[in-house]
């Protein structure tokens, strides 16, 4: 079965700095999804990666996907108290785009002012 | 955009009553839709898959007689924990996939069973 291990697990920033989390795949990724999310209240959508070697960005989040497509990285430049929050990472169990995630373990981002 | 409404949002209960959650796709027909479940400080867990007009699949340590699921038709599925008890209480969240391709989750539910 597949797993997703994200790292760190949790991170203390000081405003203004860079942070980047990191989800590794044990299986090809064939749709990577990343989600903000406070314990006990929905996810909001960040981004979806498909292909290996894709980048996007929102504001001052950015997302990649490696080009074997078994490794996303989730990097914030600039981070603000309002980045605060689980970041996790989730990647569709099918060969194709099947809308069934698996998660990953969520990293726990402080932002300190 | 496109939007799942869950409902309730929270709800508590006395043990042994059952629960039903809600999640419905307000503007667009879901072929499949998830049930997950999450426990204080920990990752989202997939409990089924729900297909409309049919079984729901469960997965591997799920308990089908308690988790029982309804997907009666592309806009709704329900979710009903039968005889909950404490170690029920958890945060169960719900996603649609659309007939085009989009995955969209619910708001979540938080159930707490005294």
């Known amino acids: 079965s597949q797993e997703l291990e994200q790292s760190p697990q949790s991170l203390i920033v000081q405003e203004g700095k860079n942070l980047t989390i990191n989800c590794t795949s044990s299986k090809t990724l064939y749709g990577l999804y990343w989600y903000k999310q406070k314990y006990g209240e929905g996810l909001i959508f960040l981004m979806m990666?498909?292909?290996?070697?894709e980048e996007k960005s929102h504001e001052k989040i950015t997302a990649k996907l490696d080009e074997k497509k078994q490794q996303s990285s989730l990097h914030i430049t600039a981070s603000q108290p309002s980045h605060a929050g689980i970041y996790l990472c989730g990647a569709d169990i099918g060969s194709g785009n099947t809308g069934k995630l698996i998660f990953g373990q969520g990293t726990t981002l402080q932002v300190k002012p | 955009g496109a939007v799942v409404s869950q409902h309730p949002s929270r709800v508590i209960c006395k043990s042994g009553t059952s629960v039903k959650i809600e999640c419905r796709s307000l503007?667009?027909?879901?072929?499949?839709m998830f049930w997950y479940r999450q426990f204080p400080k920990q990752s989202l867990m997939l409990m089924a898959t729900s297909n409309e007009g049919s079984k729901a699949t469960y997965e591997q340590g799920v308990e089908k007689d308690k988790f029982l699921i309804n997907h009666a038709s592309l806009t709704l599925s329900t979710l009903t924990v039968t005889s909950a008890h404490p170690e029920d209480s958890s945060f169960y969240i719900c996603?649609?996939?659309?007939?085009?391709?989009?995955?969209?989750f619910g708001s979540g539910t938080q159930l707490s069973v005294l």
């Open positions: 503007d667009f027909q879901a072929t499949t």
């Open positions: 990666l498909q292909k290996g070697g």
């Open positions: 996603s649609a996939y659309g007939t085009g391709g989009g995955l969209f």
